[in-house]
């Protein structure tokens, strides 16, 4: 499994971002066999649960610093997983990972050793 994060970038406080995971699979399953999450992590701080979609029936999960704020989808056609971020705040500023994983269960749906597969990362700036 490769995961590819994009859409990353520059934006002001109140802003909105959405970025993209895609997701390409080589063996017999789909894309929509695994649980994707989204990570983030700023300079001098641990990575961080943002939100997460579940295999299957596609429950979704959030952060508490992100609820009401983001909205985590998928589109099973194009692989993709999306992280739909409004109302950006500074400290919503860190590099944001994609991560996947085939048997995450609930109660580790937060945590990112759960996870077997990382994309490489995109950066979200959001400036005052």
């Known amino acids: 499994v490769q995961l590819q994060a994009s859409g990353g970038g520059l934006v002001q406080a109140g802003g909105s971002l959405r970025l993209s995971c895609l997701t390409s699979?080589?063996?017999?399953?789909?894309?929509?066999?695994?649980?994707v999450a989204w990570f983030r992590q700023a300079p001098g701080k641990e990575r961080e649960f943002v939100a997460a979609?579940?295999?299957?029936?596609?429950?979704?999960h959030y952060g508490d610093s992100v609820k009401g704020r983001f909205t985590i989808s998928r589109d099973n056609a194009k692989n993709t997983v999306y992280l739909q971020m409004n109302s950006l705040k500074p400290e919503d500023t860190a590099t944001y990972y994609c991560?996947?994983?085939?048997?995450?269960?609930?109660?580790?749906?937060?945590?990112?050793?759960?996870?077997?597969?990382w994309g490489q990362g995109t950066q979200v700036t959001v400036s005052s």
């Open positions: 979609i579940r295999r299957g029936g596609g429950s979704t």
């Open positions: 699979v080589t063996s017999g399953r789909t894309s929509s066999s695994y649980t």
């Open positions: 991560a996947a994983g085939a048997g995450v269960i609930l109660s580790s749906i937060g945590i990112p050793r759960a996870y077997d597969y």
